[in-house]
């Protein structure tokens, strides 16, 4: 079957010329298409468009130009047995706007059927009620970032954009909240300091509110109810809707960029914010509700794997183009450098709506050129069926590892049978993603994000409170493996506060000591709290924003995780690119130097045995990993006693170091300890240890004779 030819796709949304603007849309199905100019008296002006054999209406307004804002009247059949909801009392969107202005007003006339009957047509007019597009004027794209890192070395840092300067006392009072708060110097200081290397910004295409939520006198904050893939996000902008949201994001992009730092924006390509055929019309349903949605059989109602109403249809070839122009179109004009794509199995269900990895989306990514270099992280599933697809992407995604989530929460809340996961996770998790063409940076390493608690609450609450989101403690997940240490929520307990900071430092150090790409969620690294509320996506409100007044026991906190990340980027061996199986490490001439890239300690008689493997007690395990220039040993205890250890004698090294860990710092001991030492490993730490190691057969033979024969680990 050969692929179906895509129309000239540039002539769609508002282009600029040399007289005046040229607007197109594609609506195969309309009967007719009027372009309504809006002017600054909100005044309106209909110009009829004219359709090509491509279903592409089209018409070019002189003396018109940027800041115009316009909508489409979209003629048709009204038949929604069909998938034909054609209303031209629906002033809407261009799917293609540049830009967005104004909002939706919830009590007005915004369904495109009578209140409580969806198959009866409405004939009462939206204008006034809805938002407009507008016409944006072309400018250059931002500076483009030096070096992308690879995934090996990249810290990413999950934040809200909005949320996260809101509170900044260093970030002026005008710009806080905004794209250029995000671009502020005392901002852009604070993550380089941290280690971030790219920030992935919750969605900042242009979203609204669902009625439901805005009934209760709330908002969406979160942002994952897209109503513009080419807008960002107006509310983000210092001043006025008509355009400059496009130059303030540039902007942004331009000074996180001279900072070395790259641009990941969180996309939600998997359906809008017009929700089910009952919720408002804005955009895409009143253009063609068949071609732009997925639909159930009888054509009447959307078929949902997102479990917000609508499913964007990108087995259809003019619809997954239109996905694919906006990609292009953030990483060409708008210079970022990467997507996270929430519910991505949505965008990979074919015609039957059936999930297919080979689906054109992916082809398509992989073979065009405006994609290299760029990060690709896939939510790895839907709620439809067999929607769960981690480990399933193949070469060049990278994906959300909620295995890696799960097992690390259980283990430090004690919840776990061994450590084998836990060796398994820390490895890169290569029973998920050891596959041709994948590396341990296939797993996305999170333990927390926008979604559920934040660290401090993980480790501070048992159960959800989310009352303030006004559903009576019903909307969030239940399952969060957290432990609350014995008292729910604050409290003043010195010790209780103190081991809980312990928890966060072990849970932190977990995902950023694992081989893979970890995942930071804003704040965390500070203690940042929402009071035990886990899911906060309607909180535009200090609850949610970052609070900057960080205690002193909080910043210390930060300190050894910046500490940490600096450890990580300056090793390479604690950052491998290949996934580790006991291999044995060779110098560049080949000669055996007895150890191995990866294996695990036991603490007592070097490498783990059978028997450790097998014990459900067992809550300490040690990674070992080595090159031919240098080791480290990083232990994890989980247990709530310390554990008496023997630090593994040659060939596995001759001198260890202690250079970070979670404990109190009277709990071990300094200086460089000799092999067969005997520490007490504290409960609930991590402790990593820099190894002195032999770089020769002729150094290792030498130290080995030295030895006394006893002391030599004869299991290596």
Same mark, same amino acid.
Request: net charge negative; aromatic share 10%.
């Given at each position: 079957?050969?692929?179906?030819?895509?129309?000239?796709?540039?002539?769609?949304?508002?282009?600029?010329?040399?007289?005046?603007?040229?607007?197109?849309?594609?609506?195969?199905?309309?009967?007719?298409?009027?372009?309504?100019?809006?002017?600054?008296?909100?005044?309106?002006?209909?110009?009829?468009?004219?359709?090509?054999?491509?279903?592409?209406?089209?018409?070019?307004?002189?003396?018109?130009?940027?800041?115009?804002?316009?909508?489409?009247?979209?003629?048709?059949?009204?038949?929604?047995?069909?998938?034909?909801?054609?209303?031209?009392?629906?002033?809407?969107?261009?799917?293609?706007?540049?830009?967005?202005?104004?909002?939706?007003?919830?009590?007005?006339?915004?369904?495109?059927?009578?209140?409580?009957?969806?198959?009866?047509?409405?004939?009462?007019?939206?204008?006034?009620?809805?938002?407009?597009?507008?016409?944006?004027?072309?400018?250059?794209?931002?500076?483009?970032?030096?070096?992308?890192?690879?995934?090996?070395?990249?810290?990413?840092?999950?934040?809200?954009?909005?949320?996260?300067?809101?509170?900044?006392?260093?970030?002026?009072?005008?710009?806080?909240?905004?794209?250029?708060?995000?671009?502020?110097?005392?901002?852009?200081?604070?993550?380089?300091?941290?280690?971030?290397? *790219?920030?992935? +910004?919750?969605?900042?295409? %242009?979203?609204?509110?669902?009625?439901?939520? #805005? !009934? /209760?006198? =709330?908002?969406?904050?979160?942002?994952?109810?897209?109503?513009?893939?080419?807008?960002?996000?107006?509310?983000?902008?210092?001043?006025?809707?008509?355009?400059?949201?496009?130059?303030?994001?540039?902007?942004?992009?331009?000074?996180?960029?001279?900072?070395?730092?790259?641009?990941?924006?969180?996309?939600?390509?998997?359906?809008?914010?017009?929700?089910?055929?009952?919720?408002?019309?804005?955009?895409?349903?009143?253009?063609?509700?068949?071609?732009?949605?997925?639909?159930?059989?009888?054509?009447?109602?959307?078929?949902?794997?997102?479990?917000?109403?609508?499913?964007?249809?990108?087995?259809?070839?003019?619809?997954?183009?239109?996905?694919?122009?906006?990609?292009?179109?953030?990483?060409?004009?708008?210079?970022?450098?990467?997507?996270?794509?929430?519910? *991505?199995?949505? +965008?990979?269900?074919?015609? %039957?709506?059936?999930?297919?990895?080979?689906? #054109? !989306? /992916?082809? =398509?990514?992989?073979?065009?050129?405006?994609?290299?270099?760029?990060?690709?992280?896939?939510?790895?599933?839907?709620?439809?069926?067999?929607?769960?697809?981690?480990?399933?992407?193949?070469?060049?995604?990278?994906?959300?590892?909620?295995?890696?989530?799960?097992?690390?929460?259980?283990?430090?809340?004690?919840?776990?049978?061994?450590?084998?996961?836990?060796?398994?996770?820390?490895?890169?998790?290569?029973?998920?993603?050891?596959?041709?063409?994948?590396?341990?940076?296939?797993?996305?390493?999170?333990?927390?994000?926008?979604?559920?608690?934040?660290?401090?609450?993980?480790?501070?609450?048992?159960?959800?409170?989310?009352?303030?989101?006004?559903?009576?403690?019903?909307?969030?997940?239940?399952?969060?493996?957290?432990?609350?240490?014995?008292?729910?929520?604050?409290?003043?307990?010195?010790?209780?506060?103190?081991?809980?900071?312990?928890?966060?430092?072990?849970?932190?150090?977990?995902?950023?000591?694992?081989?893979?790409?970890?995942?930071?969620?804003?704040?965390?690294?500070?203690?940042?709290?929402?009071?035990?509320?886990?899911?906060?996506?309607?909180?535009?409100?200090?609850?949610?924003?970052?609070?900057?007044?960080?205690?002193?026991?909080?910043?210390?906190?930060?300190?050894?995780?910046?500490?940490?990340?600096?450890?990580?980027?300056?090793?390479?061996?604690?950052?491998?690119?290949?996934?580790?199986?006991?291999?044995?490490?060779?110098?560049?001439?080949?000669?055996?130097?007895?150890?191995?890239?990866?294996?695990?300690?036991?603490?007592?008689?070097?490498?783990?045995?059978?028997?450790?493997?097998?014990?459900?007690?067992?809550?300490?395990?040690?990674?070992?990993?080595?090159?031919?220039?240098?080791?480290?040993?990083?232990?994890?205890?989980?247990?709530?006693?310390?554990?008496?250890?023997?630090?593994?004698?040659?060939?596995?090294?001759?001198?260890?170091?202690?250079?970070?860990?979670?404990?109190?710092?009277?709990?071990?001991?300094?200086?460089?300890?000799?092999?067969?030492?005997?520490?007490?490993?504290?409960?609930?730490?991590?402790?990593?240890?820099?190894?002195?190691?032999?770089?020769?057969?002729?150094?290792?033979?030498?130290?080995?004779?030295?030895?006394?024969?006893?002391?030599?680990?004869?299991?290596?």
């Amino acid at each position: 079957m050969t692929a179906p030819t895509i129309p000239d796709t540039s002539v769609l949304g508002a282009r600029i010329t040399a007289t005046g603007v040229r607007f197109g849309l594609w609506a195969p199905r309309a009967e007719r298409v009027e372009l309504a100019l809006i002017d600054p008296l909100n005044r309106q002006h209909n110009v009829e468009m004219t359709m090509d054999e491509d279903g592409i209406w089209t018409v070019e307004v002189p003396e018109t130009g940027p800041e115009q804002h316009y909508g489409f009247r979209v003629h048709g059949e009204w038949d929604p047995s069909s998938g034909s909801r054609f209303n031209p009392a629906r002033l809407l969107l261009d799917p293609y706007a540049k830009a967005i202005s104004g909002g939706v007003d919830f009590r007005g006339p915004i369904l495109d059927h009578v209140p409580g009957d969806p198959f009866t047509k409405s004939s009462t007019d939206s204008f006034g009620a809805v938002p407009l597009s507008v016409v944006v004027a072309d400018s250059p794209p931002p500076t483009p970032i030096a070096r992308r890192r690879p995934m090996s070395e990249t810290i990413i840092y999950e934040t809200h954009l909005r949320g996260y300067t809101k509170l900044h006392p260093l970030v002026p009072e005008h710009l806080r909240g905004s794209y250029l708060g995000m671009a502020d110097p005392a901002v852009i200081d604070y993550l380089l300091r941290l280690g971030v290397t *790219a920030v992935e +910004l919750l969605p900042v295409h %242009h979203f609204v509110s669902e009625p439901f939520v #805005a !009934f /209760k006198g =709330l908002r969406n904050y979160w942002g994952y109810n897209s109503l513009g893939f080419f807008a960002p996000h107006a509310y983000y902008a210092t001043r006025g809707t008509v355009g400059n949201q496009v130059a303030d994001f540039k902007i942004m992009v331009s000074r996180l960029h001279e900072a070395g730092i790259e641009v990941i924006l969180d996309v939600v390509y998997n359906h809008t914010g017009e929700g089910g055929h009952e919720g408002p019309t804005l955009s895409m349903r009143g253009i063609d509700h068949l071609s732009y949605y997925r639909l159930t059989n009888d054509k009447r109602d959307d078929y949902d794997v997102t479990g917000c109403g609508n499913s964007v249809n990108t087995a259809h070839p003019m619809v997954l183009q239109m996905v694919l122009d906006s990609m292009r179109y953030w990483v060409q004009d708008m210079g970022v450098d990467g997507f996270r794509f929430d519910l *991505a199995t949505t +965008l990979i269900r074919d015609e %039957h709506h059936h999930v297919d990895q080979n689906h #054109a !989306f /992916k082809s =398509l990514v992989a073979a065009d050129p405006a994609f290299d270099g760029i990060k690709m992280i896939a939510e790895p599933w839907d709620i439809g069926p067999y929607g769960y697809q981690v480990g399933a992407w193949g070469p060049g995604w990278h994906e959300w590892n909620d295995r890696f989530r799960d097992h690390i929460r259980d283990y430090w809340r004690g919840a776990v049978h061994g450590v084998q996961e836990l060796a398994t996770r820390l490895a890169g998790s290569p029973d998920i993603f050891d596959a041709p063409g994948r590396s341990p940076q296939s797993s996305i390493n999170f333990i927390t994000a926008h979604d559920g608690f934040t660290m401090r609450d993980l480790v501070s609450y048992d159960v959800k409170h989310n009352l303030d989101n006004g559903e009576a403690n019903r909307d969030g997940s239940d399952n969060n493996r957290s432990w609350n240490h014995g008292w729910e929520g604050d409290t003043e307990d010195p010790e209780l506060n103190a081991l809980r900071r312990r928890q966060v430092l072990n849970l932190m150090a977990t995902q950023i000591l694992a081989a893979g790409t970890p995942m930071i969620t804003a704040g965390d690294e500070f203690g940042r709290t929402q009071k035990g509320n886990n899911n906060a996506y309607c909180q535009d409100s200090p609850l949610s924003w970052v609070n900057w007044d960080v205690p002193p026991e909080w910043q210390r906190v930060q300190t050894r995780i910046a500490d940490l990340i600096a450890l990580r980027q300056t090793h390479a061996i604690l950052r491998p690119t290949d996934f580790a199986y006991h291999a044995e490490v060779l110098t560049e001439h080949g000669e055996n130097l007895q150890r191995v890239d990866l294996t695990w300690m036991d603490g007592r008689f070097g490498e783990m045995s059978t028997d450790a493997w097998h014990d459900g007690g067992r809550r300490l395990l040690g990674m070992y990993v080595s090159d031919e220039r240098e080791a480290f040993l990083t232990w994890f205890n989980s247990g709530a006693e310390p554990v008496p250890l023997v630090l593994p004698t040659l060939p596995w090294g001759f001198g260890y170091e202690i250079v970070w860990h979670s404990a109190d710092d009277d709990e071990l001991p300094d200086g460089v300890l000799p092999a067969l030492a005997e520490i007490q490993m504290p409960a609930r730490a991590v402790v990593v240890m820099r190894v002195d190691v032999p770089t020769s057969s002729k150094e290792l033979m030498a130290l080995m004779a030295e030895a006394e024969p006893s002391s030599i680990d004869l299991l290596s």
